[in-house]
């Protein structure tokens, strides 16, 4: 944890998939040095193999993830998405991926995290937008229970059929339990929905066009945060939602940036000055330590303000 004059003491900490391009065994190791040099306690392991992001599935996890653990005194999983599908039409894989869900959730509590964080991620074609809504929502619900069983903290990330801050927190309120949070994703936040190419309206073009080449965000036409007008103003409504935020940047066209390289104005971090974190940094490290480093001081210096 690290003191700032703005707030209190806050936690900070990184994805361990963020170090990507080395082994699992490589990217603890980094971590362990820098979190020890910069006073961090907080860590967050994917349970998910995904491209050349250092991670493991939950049935891997062994003494080696155990005794890493024990260095953080908060501990956060990435629950898998991207293979999966919850509101699938076949019966069959529907239910494997909420098993493999629940099996997540399960290992998470065994390694004594605090929260696991999911994705609204799947398709069916065959459901209305409001009948997915509902689907999503009874899934979530049964999701929360079963980590309420097992005394861990369900949150759901601002991402895929999620993205609009709108629906997340709508679904969170209406699933009414203390079990279940948001992970706020600054980075998502800020990224405009669009339709496919060929509806593409030309005013909804223009807007995504100036994403890509101007220094700035224009207009909130389409961001998650449209209805409530921005960032800021969602934060401000749903603090009692947020339990875990994650930091990245954002440049219009690619996410996950080391702060300062997008185009993200961070000034809504002074809403958050009760919020003790955990903060978790989601940036892909090319420089491993140095990115990480800039990264965190950036970091500083926007929370100072």
């Known amino acids: 944890m690290f003191k700032v004059e703005t707030c209190k003491e806050i936690t900070v900490g990184v994805s361990i ?16 040095t820098i979190s ?21 599935w939950p049935w891997e996890v062994d003494e080696k993830i155990r005794d890493f653990l024990k260095n953080f005194e908060v ?14 039409q076949n019966p069959y894989v529907k239910e ?31 459901l209305t937008q409001e009948k997915k809504f509902e689907e999503w929502k009874r899934i979530v619900k049964e999701l929360s229970e079963f980590a309420e069983k097992n005394s861990i903290l369900l949150t759901v990330e601002n991402a895929d059929f ?17 079990w279940l949070k948001i992970t706020l994703d600054i980075g998502h936040a800020y990224i405009r929905k ?4 060929s509806t593409y309206p030309l005013k909804d073009l223009a807007l995504r066009i100036s994403d890509f080449f101007l220094p700035m965000f224009l207009s909130k036409k389409n961001m998650p945060y ?58 892909e490290f090319r420089n491993h330590y140095e990115d990480f480093r800039k990264t965190y001081y950036k970091f500083k210096e926007l929370m100072s303000r």
């Open 17 to 32: 998939g963020s170090f990507k391009g080395v082994c699992l065994e490589k990217a603890m190791n980094l971590y362990l």
């Open 36 to 56: 020890k040099e910069l006073g961090f306690n907080a860590v967050e392991i994917r349970f998910e193999k995904e491209g050349v992001r250092p991670a493991l």
């Open 75 to 88: 501990k956060g999983a990435h629950l898998p998405f991207a293979h999966l599908n919850p509101i699938s």
């Open 96 to 126: 494997m991926s909420i098993t493999q869900l629940k099996d997540a959730i399960k290992t998470a509590s065994d390694l004594g995290m605090n929260y696991c964080v999911m994705h609204a991620r799947g398709f069916n074609y065959a």
């Open 162 to 178: 999620l993205h609009d801050l709108s629906l997340l927190e709508r679904l969170v309120r209406e699933v009414n339990s203390k």
């Open 194 to 197: 669009v339709a496919s190419l």
């Open 226 to 283: 449209e209805k409530y007008g921005s960032l800021r103003d969602f934060i401000k409504l749903n603090k009692d939602l947020i339990a875990v935020l994650h930091v990245h940047d954002y440049n219009g066209r690619r996410d996950h940036l080391p702060l300062g390289e997008g185009k993200i104005n961070f000034s809504f971090l002074s809403e958050l000055k009760d919020f003790k974190g955990p903060y978790i940094f989601e940036v």
